[in-house]
Each structure stands twice: as structure tokens, then as C-alpha cells.
């Protein structure tokens, strides 16, 4: 029997999902349908586009490499885009955060930060630490052992959770009580724990959760005094997302490994990395091979990617990145600060280019309500969870902002009148 060819879609229950329109082109923040319809992006491509999209100086840089060398594996021979791009990198990160190994999408970045911190342990003969550490809220991707490190209560893993690792859960530590707790934790604890990972200052696809510098300084000097590796996983809050080109310099935190993906090429190909300090390098030098990081993927380091990546890195020395999220993230408290006494409205937050309107319970059916509605006011923005939330892209202008924001407080305020105050 001939069956219709179907794309599988990500996140999607696919018997009620609504129809997947059709997507023709986009430019700046603007997407355009196959109806002609025009929307403004309110989500730059699960938070990839930072310079909006089509850039012409990352679009002429994949131009040009692929007339040259688009790809060529990463075994024995090296080009000179993955080289700049990690000459780039580690300029940017701080500290020695050197040394760059590459992949195609965050969560294989994540599986091979863990794969690392396990070895460096068994290289350095404590095979015994073999836990990670990750807190509630967190998400570090869809693959087996960054599920085991994602917040099991999340919605998105719960049928794989018997089959998962077992690590090891904590609150984040938020308050004095809280971190007083994690230290003694910490401090019985840290003899089986090869890493702590987790999201800095924000917790993206587990509910955009916003957790202070304090914070994460903090947990990032106990896992140092109790000599606890740290992993830090910037997939989501790198590249100006939360108002600095990391998050980590607003703590000044420096991690052992640093997990960066989505916006590193500026919403274009897919591209990874996973950059270690010198140290963690280290572990792995030796004579035999069972000392070295044996892992590859086939694509890693693909020289468009990284031509993408190095006209993107251009882009945020020569423009104003991180001024604009400055003025995104003064408007959209402006904006959304409107909508904190409306019923069912549980918590505005705003970090960066990220602004969140948090409501008192996880949507159902108003899922595919709200993404219609948003449809017909000409943005595009896509709920989850309890969340109705906007990460533009960097270069968004004030009147495009203004579009995103006016329908997040009509369409929530619609919201709670007919799905909430009157129920
Ligand atoms: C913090 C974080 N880590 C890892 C991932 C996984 O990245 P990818 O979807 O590219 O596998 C995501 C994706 O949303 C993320 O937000």
C-alpha cells in the first residue's frame, strides 16, 4: 500500500498537531509563508537567528567556502575555518578554555562534554566518579545520556526515565538555606561525581527559569572547593542571548568545559562545540590511545558550518549585538510588566532578548490556541509548557519588537478571560 509521505515532526503529537504551513523564505525577522502571508519571528529559529536571518556577510562567507572546500572530514587533515573558529572561540571564552572539539548540534556537544569529564576522572584512576550533578529545570538535549541529565518531570522524557542513567538531581541553590544544603550535599557526595552540569543565569526549554549571578558564582566555588568538574552548557544563553556574549562573564565563572551550538552560526548550519580548559586537555595526552577522546562524527567541524561560524563571530565584534539586547530588554520589560496583574498570569520575567510570561498552569489545548492566534496577529511565537515567551532575534527593530509584544499581552490577556477567569 502506497502511503503519503509524512515529515516527522520534532515535539509534535502528530494525529492532532495542527497542518505545518509552509515556509518559503525569511529576512531580518520576517518570515514569509507560502500564502504570502508575512509573520515576524518572535523565536529566531529555536533562538539561532541572532543577527536575523539571511545575513549577507554570513551568506557570502558559505558562499564562498562552499566554491572551495564545503566539507572534508576532520581526521588527520585540518582546514583553516575550523582553525579560526577555535582561535576565535577561545579568544572570546575566558581563561585557558582552549582547546575546541567540534559536533553538529547541542546535544551530542553535551553527551561529549560528559564522555570527557567521565574519562578525565578515568585517566586521572578515579573511575568512581561517575555521576553528574544537574538541577531541576534543566534541559540538556534529546539523546540518551543528556535525557539522564534533563529535569525527568519536564514532559518531554518521561517514557525513557527507567531506561536513563541514574544521576543525580538537586534544586538549584537560590537562597542561603538552599546553598548551605548543597555544600554539606556537596561535601558527602563529591567522591562519585565526575561533573555538575548546568545552564548559567537562565534554564531555557525547562521553563525559561532566570537565577542570579550570585548563584552561580557560588555553586561554581563549591563545586571548586569539593573539586566537582563543572560543565557549563551555553547551548541556549551564548551569543548576547542574556545580554552579555556569555553568560558566564556576567559571573565570572570560569567552567573546566563550555557547550555551544544554536546561535554559533548564526541560525544558518548546524555546528557544535565542546571547548575544554587546558587541564582537562591534559588528562587525555598520553602514549596509547585508550588515553584519547575517542570520539568523531562524520560532519564534525564541516567547513560551511564553520565559515558560518567565523562571519557570525565578525558580525558580533563589528556591531552593536550587545547594545541591542540592552534596548530588547528594556523594552520588553516595558511591555510585558503589563500583563503581571492579569488572572492566571503567574510570573513576567525578562533576561536579555529573552522575555517570559509565565502562567499559573501548563497549557493543553490552548497550545495550538495560542500559536493560531499569534498566526493571525502576524508574529510568530510557539508556547510550551506554562510559557508564552519571546527570544527575538538580536537585530529586531523596536517596531518589530512592539508587533511581538503587543500580541503576547493581547493574546494573554484573551487567554485569561476565556480560558481562565471564567472557568
Ligand atoms: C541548554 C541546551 N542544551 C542543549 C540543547 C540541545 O541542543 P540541540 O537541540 O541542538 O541538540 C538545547 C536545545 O534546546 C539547550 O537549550
Given at each position: 500500500m502506497t502511503q503519503n509521505a509524512t515529515?516527522?515532526?520534532?515535539?509534535?503529537q502528530m494525529q492532532t498537531a495542527l497542518p505545518a504551513r509552509e515556509i518559503v523564505s525569511t529576512e531580518g525577522a520576517t518570515l514569509t509563508l507560502a500564502d504570502g502571508r508575512k509573520l515576524i519571528d518572535g523565536v529566531a529559529s529555536w533562538w539561532t537567528a541572532c543577527h536575523g536571518y539571511n545575513h549577507p556577510h554570513i551568506i557570502q562567507a558559505i558562499q564562498q567556502q562552499a566554491a572551495t572546500l564545503p566539507h572534508f572530514m576532520l581526521g588527520e587533515l585540518i582546514h583553516q575555518p575550523a582553525q579560526t573558529l577555535a582561535k576565535k572561540l577561545s579568544k572570546l571564552?575566558?581563561?585557558?578554555?582552549?582547546h575546541v572539539f567540534y559536533s553538529e548540534s547541542g546535544s551530542v556537544a553535551v553527551e561529549i562534554a560528559m564522555k570527557m569529564a567521565l574519562q578525565y576522572w578515568i585517566n586521572h584512576q578515579t573511575p568512581e566518579r561517575q555521576q553528574f550533578v544537574y538541577f531541576q529545570h534543566g534541559y540538556h538535549g534529546d539523546t540518551f545520556f543528556t535525557m539522564s541529565v534533563?529535569?525527568?518531570?519536564?514532559?518531554?522524557?518521561?517514557?525513557f526515565q527507567t531506561m536513563l542513567p541514574p544521576q543525580l538531581l538537586r534544586p538549584i541553590p537560590t537562597t542561603a538555606s538552599l546553598l548551605e544544603e548543597f555544600e554539606k550535599w556537596l561535601s558527602n557526595n563529591?567522591?562519585?561525581?565526575a561533573a555538575l552540569i548546568l545552564e548559567p543565569l537562565v534554564q531555557g526549554a525547562g521553563g525559561m527559569k532566570i537565577y542570579s549571578t550570585d548563584t552561580l558564582r557560588a555553586i561554581c566555588e563549591l563545586c571548586r572547593r569539593f573539586d566537582v568538574l563543572i560543565i557549563m552548557d551555553?547551548?541556549?544563553?551564548?551569543?548576547?542571548?542574556?545580554?552579555?556574549?556569555?553568560?558566564i562573564e556576567q559571573a565570572d565563572v570560569l567552567p573546566d568545559i563550555v557547550c555551544l551550538s544554536k546561535a554559533l552560526t548564526g541560525g544558518t548550519l548546524p555546528l557544535a562545540a565542546t571547548i575544554a580548559r587546558h587541564h582537562v586537555f591534559q588528562a587525555f595526552l598520553g602514549e596509547t590511545p585508550d588515553k584519547g577522546l575517542m570520539h568523531g562524527t562524520t560532519f564534525m567541524g564541516n567547513a560551511l558550518a564553520c565559515a558560518a561560524a567565523n562571519a557570525s563571530l565578525d558580525l558580533f565584534a563589528s556591531q552593536p549585538r550587545i547594545q541591542q539586547v540592552a534596548l530588547i530588554e528594556e523594552l520588553l520589560m516595558a511591555e510585558l510588566q503589563t500583563l503581571k496583574d492579569v488572572p492566571g498570569v503567574k510570573d513576567v520575567r525578562v533576561k536579555g532578548a529573552i522575555g517570559v510570561v509565565q502562567l499559573a498552569k501548563p497549557m493543553t489545548t490552548e497550545l495550538n490556541w495560542f500559536k493560531q492566534r499569534f498566526i493571525e496577529d502576524g508574529v510568530w511565537c510557539r508556547p510550551f509548557g506554562d510559557i508564552v515567551y519571546t527570544t527575538p532575534a538580536l537585530t529586531i527593530s523596536h517596531e518589530e519588537l512592539l508587533s511581538i509584544t503587543n500580541a503576547i499581552v493581547k493574546q494573554v490577556t484573551t487567554w485569561s478571560k476565556h480560558f481562565y477567569t471564567h472557568k
Open positions: 515529515v516527522w515532526r520534532p515535539y509534535a571564552l575566558p581563561g585557558d578554555l582552549n534533563s529535569d525527568p518531570q519536564d514532559g518531554i522524557h518521561p517514557p563529591s567522591h562519585r561525581i551555553e547551548v541556549f544563553t551564548g551569543f548576547g542571548r542574556t545580554g552579555s556574549l556569555f553568560a
